[in-house]
């Protein structure tokens, strides 16, 4: 019906408001499943939503429900769909304040990710801003930029994290920064390279 509920399931706080239970465990395509459907008699329009999923909670006493996150999937390609295109990207949305959803994170048909980016134009894009001259670089970490972080939590002294570059076998090239000695936080930064299929280092900044 238009506008209306067609169902809802009310759970404890200990178990499940619902199990899809399928069978064939013995294959990879069959198990619990669940389908969201758009079907108006009429190919789907670009800009529509195929289907969407809402997370939400009361926001007061008075059990007035707010969503706070969803995750929908978009016919975003600019055409309606016909027999040779099914384009469907993935978006993500999430909540600052005041139950205004922005998104956050899209996967497209293509299968590139935009971080704060809805047109990513490589496999990964992630885009920020930053609006004001603050230093690059602070005593207790990166400044008020776009970035990317790349961790190892572990407090050995001599251990790594980076990034590496591989073409179709082997990987040709890298990044690594070396975390020489943690109580002091010295670092140092190697470059490689391959040469006849054997990476090596060709550069260290320290």
Do not use: C
């Amino acid at each position: 019906s238009t506008g209306v509920t067609g169902l809802e399931v009310i759970n404890d706080s200990t178990g499940y408001g619902a199990v899809f239970t399928g069978g064939g465990t013995g294959s990879a395509t069959q198990g619990g499943s669940l389908k969201l459907q758009a079907n108006d008699g009429a190919a789907i329009g670009t800009g529509h939503r195929l289907g969407v999923v809402e997370f939400a909670a009361a926001e007061d006493g008075s059990n007035n429900i707010i969503v706070g996150a969803r995750i929908e999937a978009l016919n975003s390609r600019g055409s309606a769909w016909d027999a040779t295109n099914n384009h469907t990207d993935l978006l993500f949305y999430t909540t600052t304040g005041d139950a205004s959803q922005s998104e956050q994170m899209r996967i497209t048909d293509d299968g590139k990710v935009g971080i704060g980016e809805t047109a990513p134009d490589q496999e990964l894009h992630v885009k920020g801003s930053n609006t004001t001259n603050d230093a690059l670089w602070t005593s207790t970490g990166p400044g008020n930029i776009p970035g990317i972080k790349i961790q190892n939590s572990d407090t050995t002294d001599g251990n790594y994290a980076g990034y590496f570059f591989e073409n179709d076998t082997h990987v040709a090239g890298g990044i690594i920064m070396e975390m020489e000695t943690h109580s002091s936080d010295d670092s140092s930064m190697t470059f490689a390279t391959s040469v006849g299929g054997a990476t090596r280092t060709k550069m260290i900044l320290d």
